[in-house]
């Protein structure tokens, strides 16, 4: 097959006079006067490639007769393009049909579609505008994240998926089991008897790399994870995927400060990266989806985050003229609501609230002085709420194994993890960013089943 340039790459080039081939599929064909016009799109940018047979050519027949889905090649002389909006334009003098797409049954026709239609069939929506954008966001989001660590010298740790530790402690796990469905072996409790199962006891799927980063960490200083992370919470939101990506940076020798300040390099840094990368799909989603989305992406850049402690926060929750649904005590953890408006409305940009309960938040966070308190820190942004939540580590093995029992976890089952306490142990942090959560907040989408191509929610597994 002879090789095709991107079509990214045509729409930018000085017209060669050479003849030149574009693959892809048809996004729209129309006839005007003498003249047959396709729009082309394969996917290496936003914008179609305009693609010409006039009446006179021996293919224009073949031309006009191609449907909206199909996949062809088109051979020709790249021109300049007296049309406005396009620097060039494809004079097709041969076009090859790969496979057609009837049009009674393709059902991305030029007509807008809701989003909830196109879950419907996330197979074909990846040709659409918005999700080709997503696509290649996420894409230049990931470099830029990969990047920003390795710059800083930090080390990629690939940490397990499939795990016997639930790191959050918070039950929302998926067992991964290899037992007989029909007849699960039972234990003289009659309880489910996991020691005949797969890896001898019950195995899950993993919620955080943060336990295995923790290790890493006290190894090799400064290490990350980014990888695919399972929760089963059964919470239909617009906010929450069972399946989704996290990126958690963990730094030995850090504290809750220093934490903090890399949250905030971390997020300006990626903005900063695809706005100089990918300034046209942002634009897409400022013009089509959230007309703030360039004014978001700058503040990030521009302004320092706000810092405040959760005893200020609920004390400014108190304060605001509003009704919550849920109330606001000193204890309580902060719902959804509470953190939009406090990111949203009152700080109107990306605030870190730090210092949290302890009751309310996971047993490895370090235990303040006042004894009420962890050196837990969440980043909280406008539309979305919580999109990185970190802490510094509880360094001390007395306090964790107290903290350990106290969350009625049972501390034999996190023997590794009390051990890096016992050898060589150091104040050390970190972080976990959801991943969809930071594509939704930079491209103003409104669920998040619409920024990762296979959204996984309750009953919610086709594709
Ligand atoms: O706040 P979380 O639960 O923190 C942790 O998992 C820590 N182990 C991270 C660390 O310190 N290394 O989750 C971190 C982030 C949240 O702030 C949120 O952005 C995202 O992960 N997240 C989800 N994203 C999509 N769907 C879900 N169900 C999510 N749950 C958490
Ligand atoms: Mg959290």
């Not at 062809?72 to 049909?97: C, D, F, W």
């Not at 996420?138 to 940490?159: K, L, P, S």
């Not at 993993?206 to 695919?228: C, D, H, N």
């Not at 990368?277 to 360039?294: P, W, Y």
Request: charge should be negative; hydrophobic fraction near 40%; glycine fraction near 6%.
């Amino acid at each position: 097959m002879p090789t095709a340039t991107p079509i990214r790459e045509l729409l930018t080039q000085t017209p060669p006079e050479t003849l030149v081939m574009a693959q892809g599929w048809v996004r729209t064909r129309r006839e005007l006067k003498d003249l047959c016009f396709i729009e082309l799109n394969d996917g290496s940018c936003l914008a179609n490639l305009q693609v010409l047979v006039p009446k006179t050519s021996p293919i224009y027949s073949m031309a006009a007769g191609l449907h909206t889905g199909s996949a062809i090649a088109v051979q020709g002389l790249l021109v300049a393009s007296p049309a406005k909006g396009q620097r060039v334009e494809l004079q097709a003098e041969n076009i090859t049909l790969y496979g057609d797409a009837d049009p009674e049954t393709y059902p991305l026709q030029k007509k807008r579609h809701s989003f909830e239609f196109l879950r419907t069939i996330a197979h074909l929506r990846p040709r659409t505008n918005t999700f080709g954008a997503i696509a290649r966001i996420r894409n230049h989001c990931a470099m830029a994240i990969h990047q920003f660590f390795q710059e800083r010298g930090f080390v990629w740790v690939h940490t397990p998926i499939l795990t016997a530790s639930d790191c959050e402690g918070a039950g929302e796990l998926f067992t991964v089991t290899n037992l007989p469905l029909q007849q699960l072996p039972r234990n003289e409790q009659g309880d489910v008897d996991f020691r005949q199962d797969f890896f001898g006891r019950r195995a899950y799927l993993t919620v955080s790399g943060q336990l295995e980063a923790e290790i890493m960490a006290t190894a090799l200083t400064k290490v990350y994870t980014f990888g695919p992370t399972f929760r089963a919470e059964n919470s239909n939101t617009s906010r929450h995927l069972a399946e989704f990506w996290m990126i958690e940076p963990e730094v030995a020798f850090c504290d809750l400060a220093g934490d903090m300040d890399l949250a905030e390099a971390f997020l300006q840094y990626v903005f900063r990266y695809v706005l100089e990368k990918d300034l046209a799909d942002l634009e897409f989603f400022q013009q089509r989806i959230d007309g703030t989305v360039l004014e978001t992406a700058r503040n990030v850049i521009e302004q320092p985050f706000e810092r405040m402690s959760y005893t200020e926060a609920i004390e400014q929750l108190k304060k605001a003229n509003k009704t919550f649904e849920y109330s606001v005590e000193w204890g309580l953890d902060l719902q959804s609501e509470h953190e939009r408006y406090l990111a949203e409305e009152l700080c109107k940009k990306p605030v870190i609230i730090y210092d949290y309960p302890k009751e309310i938040k996971a047993f490895y966070m370090r235990l303040n002085d006042d004894e009420k308190t962890v050196a837990a820190m969440d980043v909280l942004v406008p539309r979305v709420g919580e999109l990185i939540g970190g802490s510094q580590r509880e360094e001390r093995y007395d306090v964790l194994r107290k903290r350990i029992e106290a969350n009625g976890l049972d501390p034999s089952a996190y023997w590794w993890y009390l051990d890096l306490r016992r050898y060589g142990t150091v104040p050390h942090a970190g972080f976990g960013l959801g991943f969809e959560r930071l594509i939704q907040f930079m491209t103003g989408m409104g669920n998040i089943r619409d920024v990762i191509p296979f959204p996984r929610t309750p009953d919610e597994i086709d594709f």
